[in-house]
């Protein structure tokens, strides 16, 4: 929220183009963001959230477009705890949820293998999701504006 504000702030800075990502934990900042503050306090005019945590995740009520990309087999932050989320949000027609079968948490680091054990979860590199969720977002951001 603070480096919004100071985005916004700055001579230049088109508010309507500014883009809140998160990954992992960080995409559950994001959508923590849209459920604890209105649409005029948010400083970004969208979201962009790679395999986030939904755990008792409070529904938001802003209408702001977001993107989701969540591995199937991600036994990390699992998909179906977004997809429940998404249900009991104020404007579900507002999110964009893309599931990529097979892959895991942390599906776009390259530098990963394919499937390791990382503590009380597998991660790994999926690059036909990591390429796929690239060209989502680039297609978000291109339609958003």
């Known amino acids: 929220m603070a480096a919004g504000a100071w985005l916004t702030s700055q001579p230049g800075v088109d508010r309507s183009r500014i883009t809140a990502m998160g990954w992992s934990y960080g995409g559950r900042a994001v959508l ?6 209105t649409e005029k306090q948010l400083s970004f005019s969208r979201a962009v959230v790679y395999y986030p945590d939904c755990r008792a995740l409070e529904p938001w009520k802003t209408a702001l477009p977001v993107l989701m990309l969540l591995g199937a087999s991600d036994d990390m932050t699992p998909a179906k705890l977004c997809l429940e989320a998404v249900k009991a949000v104020t404007a579900p027609g507002a999110v964009k949820v893309v599931v990529y079968k097979g892959a895991l948490h942390a599906f776009d680091v390259p530098e990963l293998p394919a499937k390791m054990r990382y503590g009380f979860a597998t991660i790994g590199y999926h690059p036909e999701a990591a390429a ?12 958003t504006r």
Do not use: G
């Not at 923590?32 to 503050?37: D, E, F, H, Q, T």
């Not at 796929?132 to 339609?143: G, M, T």
């Open 32 to 37: 923590a963001a849209l459920a604890n503050y």
């Open 132 to 143: 796929s969720a690239r060209k989502e977002v680039e297609q978000f951001l291109r339609a």
